[in-house]
C-alpha cells in the first residue's frame, strides 16, 4: 500500500516538475523572440529593487487594505511552503511526518504558526473574492477583464481557499488519528487551528479517518502540482517573475524615453555625410518602432508575463479615468497574448510563420495609442516594474515612422517643428518678440 | 547670447524659454515674470533668441524619432558652439529632454527648471516675498506636472517655493507622484483628445476646484493653458486663477 503510494507520488512529481520546466523553457524563448537589450548594468541597484519591490512590495502600500490582505496571502503562501518540503520527502519514502519525533515541541509549534497563516490566506483570499464579485471594486471589473481573465482570477483565489482547507483538514484529521492513538500517526501536541475543527470527525472510524486524512493529503499535493502547471498560463506567474522583472527595472528618470541608436546615426550621417559608414549592400534597414511583439525589448515581454491584470496603471491612467480606450493593463495583456500566439505558431512550424498579423492594429487599436498623455502615471502605479509606457511609445513609432499614420493636427505640427522651429505656425523671427511684450 | 560671445562673455545661466513661452500669449507672461525675477536679483543670463528651435519633445512623444534628433543635433550644435555649462527652463518637457534625452546626444548641461532655481534664490535670501507674498491668507493647491513630478521626482522644491507665500497649501487628492495629468502631454497638446466621457483638464481642474483654493500653482505652461480652460468650463474662471509659480513670486516682489 504505502509502495504504492510512494511510486505514485514519485510518478506524479516527476509529470509534475517536467511540464512545468517544459513549459518555463517555452515561456524563455518567448521572452527571447524580443529584440536584445542589456540590461546588465547596476546590479547593486537592481539587486536593492527586487528586494524593495518584490520582496519588500513597497509600491503595494500605496494602497493600504489590499496591501496588507496581499501580503498576508503572500507571506503565507510561501512561509507554507517550507513544509511543502516534508510533505515531499514523506511523499517520496512513504514516512508520515518524518520531522515531528525530529523537532518534537518545535514542530507542533512551526505546524501551528503555518496553520494560523493557513488560516489568514483563506480569509484574505475570500476577502479578495469579495471585492472581485460582490463589492465589485472598479479596477477589477473592467471590460478588458471579460471571459478568461476573470475565470483566472476567480479560479485562482477558489485554488488557493480549496488547498488551505485541504491542509487543515488534513492536520484535523490526522489529530484525531492521533487521540485513536491510531498506528503511524506521531504524537504531537494540538495544532493551533486545526485542533479546534476536530470535532466534526467526533464518532469516525480510524478507517474513516485515515481516508479522509489520506484524500487531503493527496488532493492538496495533487493540487499544488496542478496549480504550478496553470501558472504559466495564468496572471498569477507574477509570483515569480515579479522577482526578475523588478531586477530589470529602468534605472533611469521615467520621463526619458527610449534613445533609437539607429536615427541618432541616420540624422548623424546625414548632416556630417564624412562620418558615414562606406554602405554596405546586405544591411537591411531595421524596424521602426514596433509592429509585432519580435519588435519590442525582452524586457518589454518579461513586463507582459509578469502583469497580473491588477489594473492599478488603468484606474490611475488620465485618459482611460475620462473615458478613452486605452487602458495600460490592456497593453500588458494583449501583447502577452500574441507573445503566446506566435509561440503556438513556433511549436506547430518550427518557426514564426507569417500569420499575416501583428500587436499593432490586430491587438491594440491606433486609437488607443493616440489616447496616451505619457504621463508614465502607469509605470510608476505598477507594483512589479512594468512600463506599459515603453510599449506605446514603440508602437506610436512604428505608426509615424513606418505607416505615416498621424492625425492631420500632428502632421501638421510636425511640418510646424521642421520649418518653424516651434509647434505652432509662428515665425521663427518672432521666437524672441515676447520681449516687447 | 550672440551679444554675449561677440563681447566674448559668459552668462551665469542660458534661459530657455521654450516654445510655449516664446510665443503663446499665455506662456510669455510667465516667460516675462521669470526674467523680471532674474533681473530684478541681477542674475546675468542670455536666451538663445531666433536660434532657440524646439527641442523635439513634442515629435518625439508622437512617435516622430526622425524629427526629435533632427532638432536635438541643431540645438546641441548651437549650445556646444557657444560652450553652454548651465540652462534653466520654464517649461517641464524641455528640462525633461535637457536633463535626460541630450546627454545621450552629446548635449551635457547642468539643467535647472525654473521652480527649483526659484526655490534656490528664496534659500538664499535673494529673493524676499513682499510681506508674505501678495497672496496672503489665499487658499493655493499645486499642480505636479508629469515631466517634473512623476518623470523626474522633483516634488519638493515647487512646494517649498509656495510655502515662502504667507498662504494655506491645500493638496489635491492625486497629488505627488500620483498627480493626474493635465492632458497636455505626449503631444496631446496638438491635437483634439480621442473620443471620451469628458476631458481630461476638465476632470483635473475639478479635482483642484474641490479643494476650496482659489489660485492653482502651475510648474508648466501647457498645464497652465490646460487648467485655465477647465476652470472656464467650470464657470470659475472669476474667483479662481491658474498662474504659474513665476508669476506669483514675480507678483510679490
Redo the contacts between chains.
Keep these: 500500500m504505502h509502495i504504492a503510494q510512494q511510486i505514485l507520488f514519485i510518478i506524479c512529481a516527476v509529470i509534475a516538475v517536467y511540464f512545468f520546466a517544459k513549459k518555463v523553457k517555452e515561456m524563455r524563448r518567448n521572452v527571447l523572440l524580443g529584440r536584445d537589450e542589456d540590461l546588465s548594468d547596476n546590479k547593486d541597484q537592481r539587486w536593492r529593487n527586487m528586494v524593495l519591490l518584490a520582496l519588500g512590495q513597497k509600491k503595494m502600500f500605496?494602497k493600504p487594505i489590499p496591501a496588507l490582505l496581499h501580503l498576508v496571502v503572500y507571506a503565507g503562501f510561501i512561509i507554507i511552503n517550507i513544509e511543502m518540503l516534508e510533505i515531499f520527502i514523506d511523499g517520496v519514502t512513504g514516512a508520515h511526518r518524518i520531522f515531528a519525533p525530529v523537532l518534537g515541541g518545535l514542530y507542533s509549534f512551526l505546524i501551528g504558526f503555518f496553520e494560523v497563516l493557513a488560516a489568514l490566506v483563506l480569509l484574505g483570499c475570500v476577502v479578495f473574492l469579495i471585492r472581485r464579485n460582490v463589492l465589485k471594486v472598479g479596477r477589477l471589473n473592467m471590460p478588458e477583464l471579460n471571459g478568461w481573465p476573470r475565470n483566472d482570477a476567480n479560479l485562482i483565489l477558489i485554488t488557493e481557499v480549496v488547498l488551505m482547507s485541504l491542509f487543515l483538514i488534513m492536520n484535523a484529521a490526522d489529530l484525531s488519528l492521533q487521540q485513536l492513538g491510531a498506528e503511524h500517526y506521531t504524537a504531537t501536541e494540538p495544532f493551533w487551528v486545526s485542533s479546534h475543527l476536530t470535532g466534526m470527525f467526533s464518532g469516525m472510524s480510524a478507517a474513516t479517518l485515515v481516508g479522509i486524512e489520506r484524500t487531503s493529503w493527496w488532493l492538496h499535493i495533487l493540487g499544488i502540482f496542478l496549480f504550478l502547471n496553470y501558472l504559466p498560463y495564468s496572471k498569477h506567474l507574477h509570483v515569480i517573475l515579479a522577482f526578475p522583472n523588478a531586477f530589470y527595472a529602468k534605472l533611469?528618470?521615467?520621463?526619458?524615453?527610449r534613445?533609437?541608436k539607429e536615427?541618432?546615426n541616420?540624422?548623424?550621417y546625414m548632416?556630417e555625410p564624412d562620418k558615414a559608414p562606406a554602405a554596405t549592400a546586405d544591411a537591411t534597414p531595421p524596424r521602426?518602432?514596433a509592429k509585432d511583439i519580435m519588435d519590442l525589448s525582452w524586457k518589454n515581454l518579461l513586463d507582459a508575463y509578469s502583469c497580473t491584470e491588477c489594473g492599478r496603471c488603468t484606474s490611475?491612467c488620465?485618459?482611460n479615468?475620462?473615458?478613452?480606450?486605452?487602458s495600460p493593463r490592456k497593453i500588458m495583456m494583449d501583447t502577452r497574448d500574441r507573445m503566446e500566439e506566435v509561440g503556438r505558431n513556433i511549436n506547430e512550424n518550427g518557426e514564426f510563420k507569417d500569420d499575416g498579423k501583428s500587436l499593432l492594429h490586430g491587438y491594440i487599436s491606433v486609437?488607443e495609442l493616440?489616447?496616451?498623455?505619457?504621463?508614465?502615471?502607469c509605470?510608476?502605479?505598477c507594483p512589479v516594474s512594468i512600463d506599459p509606457l515603453d510599449i506605446i511609445?514603440q508602437l506610436?513609432?512604428?505608426?509615424?515612422?513606418e505607416e505615416s499614420n498621424?492625425?492631420g493636427?500632428?502632421n501638421?505640427?510636425?511640418g510646424n517643428?521642421?520649418n518653424n522651429?516651434?509647434?505652432?505656425k509662428?515665425s521663427?523671427?518672432?521666437?524672441?518678440?515676447?520681449i516687447n511684450? | 547670447m550672440a551679444e554675449y560671445a561677440a563681447n566674448g562673455e559668459m552668462p551665469e545661466v542660458l534661459f530657455w524659454?521654450g516654445?510655449a513661452?516664446?510665443?503663446?500669449q499665455r506662456a510669455?507672461?510667465i516667460?516675462?515674470a521669470f526674467t523680471q525675477i532674474l533681473d530684478k536679483v541681477g542674475v546675468k543670463f542670455a536666451?538663445l533668441?531666433?536660434e532657440?528651435?524646439?527641442t523635439?519633445d513634442?515629435?518625439?512623444?508622437?512617435?516622430?524619432?526622425?524629427?526629435f534628433?533632427?532638432?536635438a543635433?541643431n540645438n546641441i550644435n548651437t549650445l556646444n558652439a557657444y560652450g553652454i555649462k548651465k540652462v534653466v527652463t520654464i517649461c517641464p518637457h524641455c528640462f525633461?529632454v535637457f536633463?535626460?534625452?541630450y546627454p545621450?546626444?552629446g548635449g551635457n548641461y547642468e539643467v535647472m527648471h525654473h521652480t527649483t532655481f526659484l526655490q534656490q534664490l528664496i534659500n538664499e535670501g535673494k529673493v524676499v516675498l513682499k510681506d508674505g507674498g501678495a497672496f496672503k491668507g489665499k487658499k493655493i493647491t499645486y499642480h505636479d506636472s508629469?515631466?517634473l513630478g512623476?518623470?523626474?521626482?522633483i516634488y519638493e522644491a515647487p512646494r517649498e517655493v509656495l510655502q515662502a507665500f504667507d498662504t494655506e497649501l491645500v493638496e489635491m487628492k492625486r497629488c505627488r507622484?500620483?498627480g493626474?495629468?493635465c492632458?497636455?502631454?505626449?503631444?496631446?497638446?496638438?491635437?483634439?483628445?480621442?473620443?471620451?466621457?469628458?476631458?481630461?483638464n476638465?476632470?483635473?481642474a475639478e479635482q483642484a476646484l474641490e479643494t476650496g483654493a482659489t489660485i492653482i500653482a502651475a510648474n508648466c505652461p501647457f498645464c497652465t493653458t490646460m487648467l485655465t480652460d477647465g476652470v472656464k468650463n467650470k464657470e470659475k474662471e472669476d474667483s479662481v486663477k491658474v498662474l504659474d509659480i513665476a508669476e506669483m513670486v514675480a507678483m510679490s516682489l
Aim: glycine share 10%; hydrophobic share 35%.
Design positions: 500605496k533611469v528618470p521615467q520621463g526619458e524615453a534613445n533609437m536615427i541618432q541616420e540624422v548623424l548632416m521602426f518602432g490611475s488620465p485618459a479615468l475620462t473615458g478613452k480606450k486605452l486609437e493616440r489616447a496616451c498623455t505619457t504621463c508614465q502615471a509605470v510608476e502605479a511609445m506610436r513609432r512604428n505608426l509615424i515612422m498621424a492625425p493636427e500632428w501638421l505640427m510636425f517643428v521642421e522651429m516651434a509647434p505652432w509662428f521663427p523671427d518672432d521666437r524672441d518678440a515676447w511684450g | 524659454v516654445c513661452g516664446s510665443f503663446d510669455q507672461r516667460t516675462r536666451i533668441g531666433k532657440e528651435m524646439c523635439g513634442p515629435a518625439r512623444r508622437a512617435g516622430n524619432e526622425f524629427l534628433q533632427m532638432m543635433y525633461n536633463k535626460n534625452e545621450r546626444l508629469c515631466y512623476r518623470g523626474n521626482g507622484s500620483n493626474m495629468c492632458g497636455a502631454g505626449g503631444a496631446q497638446m496638438f491635437k483634439e483628445e480621442e473620443q471620451g466621457t469628458t476631458r481630461i476638465f476632470d483635473r
